[in-house]
């Protein structure tokens, strides 16, 4: 049976392929030339091409692991052109394609874990265009989800053969992959493969999710499956701007256009428990943040127990301000709205709670019997402290293995128990493996060895 019957895409209706006759022109007013998404180069991430998509933060101890992973990610970069002579920017725009790497980076490294990173480039709508009143943003905006639908319907079909997938976007992109969810994928078998969206960064009504998204609720448990997590960061306190940025639209499947959020309830969940039933969180359950935007540290080790979060039924709030040594927007958004910030600020819990996911999608829709690694991909242990911790897997693993361990520590094949007393400082990138005769799984652990 071949991919694409199995999938049974949707054909795309009247109003798509009147989007996918849309024309942008460049400066000199020839149009835009069309991603091929059967080329490498239509894709800023493309499993076996090298992309930033394969990095893990310096210094921090995690390893790519899409070669081994049971799932893909479709993530969708946000705005990284800043045109202002046209409404789209061209895929080989220099500035833009050089900052859509460094957004690559930043957001869709999280994933390597667990999943192997689809990204396409797009005829993306430019930054100034978000200034121009709703009527003017809509025909750029269905000009670059016309680009964004032809690559996913391209993965779907090409790429995807049945794997569990997560749909990934952020600002711009999560305005798409709304868009996605809405079109494509509610109601098709590929819902049924689908782990869970990550949609931060926009302003997103629950009037969607009431009148449109009926089947892929907003996600409001950290393991829960086929659900929209979403989110929007600002700074606790005072002087944020909420109904400036309630602006930015959305996709109103009943209206047919993008529209603004202005004044109705908006979907939010606290991206550190992952839990509308714990929406405030100390910021010593934070996992960790990448640093984003400053040369000397940009894109280092996380940094744990940063932040606290209370999601406040709108937005996600943080405290204390962002250290400006670790975090600098470049001054797009400035002061305490950290929209930049919304994936990198939580990557290592990201990290993990993509693996949660996964894990429970693979258990529960999947039956899975082999054995499946815990979500925990970062440990921190004192040198020349007597250790006892053991690797988490369920499904009754008969052998763990451990590569990479630091000198003094030892894993129990047959247990999964690591003991020892490790005796150097530094941080270890580990590999775990746990098996038995249905399989096998991995997963990567930063090992931190402290003084």
């Given at each position: 049976?071949?991919?694409?019957?199995?999938?049974?895409?949707?054909?795309?209706?009247?109003?798509?392929?009147?989007?996918?006759?849309?024309?942008?022109?460049?400066?000199?007013?020839?149009?835009?030339?069309?991603?091929?998404?059967?080329?490498?180069?239509?894709?800023?991430?493309?499993?076996?091409?090298?992309?930033?998509?394969?990095?893990?933060?310096?210094?921090?101890?995690?390893?790519?692991?899409?070669?081994?992973?049971?799932?893909?990610?479709?993530?969708?970069?946000?705005?990284?052109?800043?045109?202002?002579?046209?409404?789209?920017?061209?895929?080989?725009?220099?500035?833009?394609?050089?900052?859509?790497?460094?957004?690559?980076?930043?957001?869709?490294?999280?994933?390597?874990?667990?999943?192997?990173?689809?990204?396409?480039?797009?005829?993306?709508?430019?930054?100034?265009?978000?200034?121009?009143?709703?009527?003017?943003?809509?025909?750029?905006?269905?000009?670059?989800?016309?680009?964004?639908?032809?690559?996913?319907?391209?993965?779907?079909?090409?790429?995807?053969?049945?794997?569990?997938?997560?749909?990934?976007?952020?600002?711009?992109?999560?305005?798409?992959?709304?868009?996605?969810?809405?079109?494509?994928?509610?109601?098709?078998?590929?819902?049924?493969?689908?782990?869970?969206?990550?949609?931060?960064?926009?302003?997103?009504?629950?009037?969607?999710?009431?009148?449109?998204?009926?089947?892929?609720?907003?996600?409001?448990?950290?393991?829960?499956?086929?659900?929209?997590?979403?989110?929007?960061?600002?700074?606790?306190?005072?002087?944020?701007?909420?109904?400036?940025?309630?602006?930015?639209?959305?996709?109103?499947?009943?209206?047919?256009?993008?529209?603004?959020?202005?004044?109705?309830?908006?979907?939010?969940?606290?991206?550190?428990?992952?839990?509308?039933?714990?929406?405030?969180?100390?910021?010593?359950?934070?996992?960790?943040?990448?640093?984003?935007?400053?040369e000397a540290t940009h894109f280092t080790q996380p940094r744990g127990q940063l932040v606290r979060v209370l999601d406040d039924g709108r937005y996600a709030?943080?405290?204390?301000?962002?250290?400006?040594?670790?975090?600098?927007?470049?001054?797009?958004?400035?002061?305490?709205?950290?929209?930049?910030?919304?994936?990198?600020?939580?990557?290592?819990?990201?990290?993990?709670?993509?693996?949660?996911?996964?894990?429970?999608?693979?258990?529960?829709?999947?039956?899975?019997?082999?054995?499946?690694?815990?979500?925990?991909?970062?440990?921190?242990?004192?040198?020349?402290?007597?250790?006892?911790?053991?690797?988490?897997?369920?499904?009754?693993?008969?052998?763990?293995?451990?590569?990479?361990?630091?000198?003094?520590?030892?894993?129990?094949?047959?247990?999964?128990?690591?003991?020892?007393?490790?005796?150097?400082?530094?941080?270890?990138?580990?590999?775990?493996?746990?098996?038995?005769?249905?399989?096998?799984?991995?997963?990567?652990?930063?090992?931190?060895?402290?003084?």
């Amino acid at each position: 049976m071949s991919s694409a019957k199995f999938l049974h895409l949707p054909s795309l209706t009247g109003l798509a392929m009147a989007l996918c006759l849309l024309t942008a022109h460049g400066a000199d007013g020839s149009p835009l030339p069309a991603p091929d998404y059967a080329r490498p180069e239509s894709w800023l991430a493309l499993p076996g091409q090298p992309s930033a998509a394969g990095f893990t933060p310096k210094g921090g101890g995690f390893t790519d692991l899409q070669a081994q992973a049971r799932a893909d990610v479709f993530y969708i970069h946000p705005t990284t052109g800043m045109r202002k002579d046209m409404l789209n920017v061209p895929v080989d725009d220099p500035d833009a394609a050089k900052l859509g790497d460094l957004m690559l980076m930043a957001q869709a490294t999280p994933f390597n874990g667990v999943a192997r990173v689809y990204a396409p480039r797009y005829r993306q709508t430019a930054l100034p265009v978000y200034e121009k009143s709703e009527d003017e943003q809509q025909a750029p905006m269905n000009y670059a989800y016309a680009d964004v639908r032809r690559a996913f319907e391209h993965y779907a079909v090409h790429h995807n053969q049945g794997r569990p997938f997560f749909l990934v976007g952020h600002s711009q992109g999560a305005n798409h992959a709304q868009r996605l969810l809405s079109e494509l994928i509610q109601g098709t078998p590929l819902q049924q493969r689908m782990v869970a969206a990550y949609l931060p960064g926009i302003p997103l009504p629950r009037s969607v999710f009431q009148e449109d998204l009926h089947h892929i609720p907003p996600c409001t448990r950290p393991a829960q499956t086929g659900c929209a997590a979403v989110w929007g960061v600002f700074g606790e306190g005072k002087g944020n701007n909420f109904d400036e940025w309630e602006l930015v639209t959305h996709w109103n499947a009943r209206q047919q256009r993008w529209v603004a959020a202005a004044g109705q309830p908006l979907v939010n969940v606290n991206p550190v428990s992952w839990s509308k039933k714990t929406p405030r969180t100390a910021a010593r359950v934070h996992r960790g943040a990448v640093p984003f935007g400053v040369e000397a540290t940009h894109f280092t080790q996380p940094r744990g127990q940063l932040v606290r979060v209370l999601d406040d039924g709108r937005y996600a709030l943080v405290a204390p301000p962002l250290p400006p040594e670790l975090f600098n927007d470049g001054g797009v958004f400035g002061g305490t709205n950290y929209h930049v910030f919304d994936i990198s600020l939580f990557w290592l819990d990201l990290r993990e709670n993509a693996r949660r996911r996964l894990n429970a999608f693979l258990l529960q829709r999947d039956k899975l019997t082999a054995p499946l690694l815990g979500p925990t991909a970062a440990v921190s242990i004192r040198a020349g402290q007597p250790v006892h911790w053991r690797v988490r897997a369920v499904n009754r693993p008969v052998r763990f293995n451990a590569l990479g361990l630091p000198l003094g520590l030892a894993l129990d094949n047959t247990t999964g128990v690591v003991t020892g007393v490790a005796q150097s400082v530094g941080v270890y990138p580990v590999i775990l493996n746990a098996k038995n005769a249905s399989g096998t799984d991995t997963a990567d652990l930063a090992l931190t060895v402290k003084e």
